[in-house]
């Protein structure tokens, strides 16, 4: 059976890893920064970048690839550890009527709207890979560890019957 549904893989972004207590962590994004979100395994977006709140005091600060330069150069406060992550992810994008299905077939998590909000974000497994899964308006995203990410979009192909 053929899903409807399209994969798109995505390029590169910038990506920082950072744990640290909620002040410490607001104080390196500055003002420029998106909103801390809400609540554990959800993210908020700012007008460039977005913040996910994936663990106690871990966050993953993701940026457009142009930022990344000057987000290195940023001073790092003793009070937060930063890990500069950007190419250790293959990202893909699941969108279609069927998005909610494939991602059924790929992860064990209960991604009903009512349980996994639009701003949903958290780890998880896929395919029995480490994984980091968002919600997206138009569907989700989808985060492995880059050394499978050509295993992980042939998964996803033969799961969408194509």
């Known amino acids: 059976m053929a899903y409807d549904v399209t994969v798109e893989r995505l ?6 890893d950072l ?7 607001g104080a390196w994004l500055g003002d420029d920064g ?24 871990h966050w993953l600060y993701r940026a457009p690839l142009e930022m990344e330069e000057s987000l290195l150069a940023c001073e790092v406060p003793d009070e937060i550890s930063i890990a500069h992550v950007s190419d250790t992810f293959a990202a893909f994008m699941i ?12 992860c ?12 949903g974000a958290t780890y998880t497994e896929a395919f029995g890979l480490k994984a980091l899964v968002c919600r997206r308006k ?15 979009a042939d998964y996803l192909t033969r799961a969408i019957g194509h």
């Open 95 to 106: 969108e279609g009527a069927d998005a909610n299905e494939i991602m059924s077939i790929a």
């Open 138 to 152: 138009a569907g989700f995203q989808l985060f492995v560890e880059r050394s499978f990410g050509d295993l992980l």
């Open 19 to 25: 744990k640290g207590e909620r002040a410490a962590v």
């Open 108 to 119: 064990p998590l209960d991604l009903h709207a009512s349980s996994f909000p639009e701003n």
């Open 11 to 16: 390029g590169l972004s910038a990506v920082f």
């Open 34 to 57: 998106p909103e801390f979100p809400s609540a554990p395994n959800t993210a908020s977006f700012g007008e460039r970048a977005e913040l996910l709140w994936t663990g106690p005091d």
